[in-house]
């Protein structure tokens, strides 16, 4: 227990007296788990909204695969994606693996299914009656979606919370893809899995405290503008 | 309102676009800055390699990505020429790689020794014995639980070969379980279970305020663990960045390194963690 609160005490101490190390890491993580949300949004909702309205072979095949990757380990995907970033690997010629792109581009893996799972239900929870209306009312298809999309932005913003709060958790990939370099691709996660090798529990309660401050706060931002509009 | 949102949504987004363009200068570095220096995990949670990448990285210009693993990883990316210098501890597993073609210019750089850690109790009564295989030997004979890394780490290499020395088969024997883990995890898998385990004596040192275990067995010639740093072989790999590999290697050798490799730790632990080894002979 006493470590417990001398890790919260760290934590404070090392915020309040904008400790560079600290900050540099803590900016690190928030960005590479920004952008690959922000990517996977592009994606999921995309991928999402197409399997909920579109009707072909194999459909329900395509739905099971994307609910089982909204489960899929992150560090499976951070082995695959090793194997392909590998400078010998197909995508070696990128020279990405161990930079931070290869950290965004693994997480972005990850969230992308679990944007596209939640998009691919909530879009297609509207009723078809909805659809059709739109429709009748002269919009083109690109207008149905556009508005489909914005009817369904409630869930949406869930989704975005999950696939955000999916990454910015994830350890496994991002030690993998990222290897956990100082200064460079080091991130609250693999920050706290080596300072508890190191032995420095306090340090490392201190940043799991300010990982979870940090996505409590983004939260709270997300669930403010999604409630806001409820009492319409 | 509604109009709201989205423009807020958009705004947000396109300002998260516009700080990956500006923010990652590393999009722009040439390739031939990088060194990928893989190693183990002792190196850098001992604190040793923030000490020497920043100096080296200064001397010299090149950008290290120093990628903390076990030995035995840390050798087979070097084996796919995914790594462009090794500096790691598992003499049997370097001669082997680099007889077989993997690696040039194998230097010695430094040493600590291996120490048999356990519960202050010492239910299997080894402490104070001088013979390492001897004392895990009599652990197996009692019974008594001992942890192993089981992940072909040095310290798991340097492990399997006492137990061969012993004569003891361990695998699979229920007084016998492994972490696969690092070596500060293991050590702290080891003190919640009132275990036995082979550790190195920089990482226990480091840990040891929140272990609540003893140093039982020290001091045996098997124990001695020697780091050694491997260049990864050009001509097999076009790839690996030899000219900065080399410079790697001939940093950690050099005098000023070598001395501050023996200054490590003394002011934090009262000793050094790491004894400079480079120019000597050679036997392992």
């Known amino acids: 227990m006493e470590l417990i609160l001398e890790g919260i005490k760290k934590a404070i101490w090392l915020l309040v007296t904008f400790d560079p190390e600290v900050l540099g890491i803590t900016w690190l993580s928030l960005k590479v788990s920004g952008l690959a949300t922000f990517f996977s949004l592009f994606i999921g909702i995309s991928l999402g909204t197409v399997v909920a309205l579109a009707r072909f072979p194999g459909r329900r095949l395509v739905v099971s695969l994307i609910n089982t990757g909204m489960g899929v380990p992150p560090v499976v995907v951070g082995l695959f994606v090793t194997i392909f970033l590998w400078r010998n690997g197909p995508l070696g010629f990128f020279e990405l693996l161990y930079t931070p792109t290869a950290i965004i581009l693994a997480q972005a893996v990850i969230a992308t299914p679990i944007v596209a799972g939640i998009s691919l239900a909530s879009i297609q929870k509207l009723p078809e009656a909805l659809r059709l209306q739109i429709l009748a009312l002269g919009a083109t298809r690109v207008q149905m979606v556009w508005m489909l999309i914005r009817e369904a932005r409630l869930p949406l913003l869930a989704a975005v919370m999950a696939g955000f709060g999916g990454v910015i958790s994830e350890v496994g990939a991002s030690i993998m893809v990222g290897g956990n370099i100082k200064g460079y691709t080091r991130v609250l996660t693999t920050a706290t899995v080596m300072e508890t090798g190191k032995g420095n529990f306090d340090i490392a309660i201190a940043l799991g405290v300010i990982l979870l401050i940090f996505t409590f706060c983004i939260n709270a931002i997300l669930t403010g503008i999604q409630q806001r509009e409820r009492p319409r | ?284």
């Open chain 2, 1 to 284: 309102m509604k109009r709201n949102w989205t423009r807020i949504l958009v705004v947000a987004l396109v300002a998260m676009g516009l700080m990956t363009g500006l923010t990652f200068p590393a999009f722009a570095a040439p390739a031939q800055k990088n060194l990928i220096l893989a190693t183990t995990t002792s190196t850098q949670d001992s604190g040793l390699l923030d000490v020497l990448i920043p100096i080296f990285e200064k001397k010299t210009g090149y950008f290290v990505k120093t990628i903390a693993v076990g030995s035995g990883q840390a050798m087979a990316m070097g084996q796919k020429g995914e790594a462009d210098v090794l500096l790691v501890h598992s003499p049997a597993a370097e001669k082997k790689f680099i007889a077989d073609g993997f690696g040039i210019d194998r230097l010695i750089v430094m040493h600590n020794d291996f120490i048999i850690v356990g519960p202050p109790s010492d239910p299997a009564g080894v402490k104070g014995m001088k013979s390492a295989p001897e004392a895990v030997r009599q652990i197996a004979a009692k019974g008594a639980l001992f942890l192993s890394r089981g992940d072909n780490s040095g310290t798991h290499a340097k492990e399997k070969d006492l137990w061969k020395k012993a004569g003891v088969n361990p695998e699979g024997q229920k007084f016998y379980q492994q972490t696969g883990l690092g070596m500060g995890q293991t050590l702290n898998v080891a003190a919640e279970k009132k275990g036995y385990t082979l550790a190195d004596r920089g990482t226990y040192l480091s840990l040891k305020k929140n272990l609540g275990m003893d140093i039982l067995v020290e001091g045996d010639k098997t124990l001695l663990n020697i780091y050694h740093v491997i260049v990864v072989n050009p001509e097999k790999f076009p790839k690996v960045n030899a000219p900065a590999a080399r410079a790697y290697a001939d940093f950690v050798v050099s005098k000023d390194v070598q001395a501050l490799i023996g200054k490590f730790g003394v002011d934090k632990y009262g000793s050094p963690l790491f004894f400079p080894d480079a120019g000597k002979p050679d036997n392992d």
